[in-house]
Structures are given as structure tokens and as C-alpha cells.
């Protein structure tokens, strides 16, 4: 069994920046990716970014590149997204997930957790 445990949301002004924290517990094999998507309001589900364990492979949303970099610690089983120049378009509960990196870019999760909001407004 796999959990995913995310931190790291809050309220941030438009422009400002933010790190969200993925821990994950459980087996997770190397062609497994850890990603994130958001989901906010009326909105559709956007797969953001996802990181692949074995090799650090990335992918990135158009909406969030050159914005957001997510990174790994395979010794701590941590993936952050590191979230700077944040709009209010970014506003969403953000959720942590896992499975194989293929699938998780193309929007498959075989695992998730509970959610972290991120909120930007002034």
C-alpha cells in the first residue's frame, strides 16, 4: 500500500511563490512517476507536473512551465513542487500522486492523497 502525504499549501499573493511537499510511504517501483494535479471550482482536473523515480525525467503543463519545478529526494521519498510567480489561475487543491510515469502524465493515478489548497489572491 502506498500513501501519499502532501504540505505545504496556504494563501500566497499573485506573483509570490510557494513549495508544496510530497511524502511518500510504501513500495513504489523505479518506473513509477510522482506528480501532481490540481482540481479547482468549475474547473477540469490539469495534470501539472510529475517527476519520474528511477531517472528524474520531467514533465510540466504548458500552463506552469518556466513557473513551476518539481524535484525529488529519493533518500527521504520527498517530491516538491517548487511554485514561484503564482497567479490567481493557480488557485486549486492540489493533489499528490503516483504511478507509472507514463500513465501520470497521460492523467492515470494508481495512488493520491488527500489534497493541499492553494489559494492566490491579494
Known amino acids: 500500500q502506498v500513501q501519499l502525504v502532501e504540505s505545504g499549501g496556504g494563501l500566497v499573493q499573485p506573483g509570490g511563490s510557494l513549495r508544496l511537499s510530497c511524502a511518500a510511504s510504501g513500495f513504489i517501483l523505479d518506473y513509477y512517476g510522482i506528480g501532481w494535479f490540481r482540481q479547482a471550482p468549475g474547473r477540469e482536473r490539469e495534470g501539472v507536473s510529475c517527476i519520474k523515480i528511477s531517472d528524474g525525467n520531467t514533465y510540466y503543463a504548458d500552463s506552469v512551465k518556466g513557473r513551476f519545478t518539481i524535484s525529488r529526494d529519493n533518500a527521504k521519498n520527498i517530491v516538491y513542487l517548487q511554485m514561484n510567480s503564482l497567479k490567481p489561475e493557480d488557485t486549486a487543491v492540489y493533489y499528490c500522486?503516483?504511478?507509472?510515469?507514463?500513465?501520470?502524465?497521460?492523467?492515470?493515478?494508481?495512488?493520491w492523497g488527500q489534497g493541499t489548497q492553494v489559494t492566490v489572491s491579494s
Open positions: 500522486v503516483t504511478g507509472p510515469y507514463a500513465s501520470v502524465v497521460a492523467g492515470g493515478y494508481d495512488y
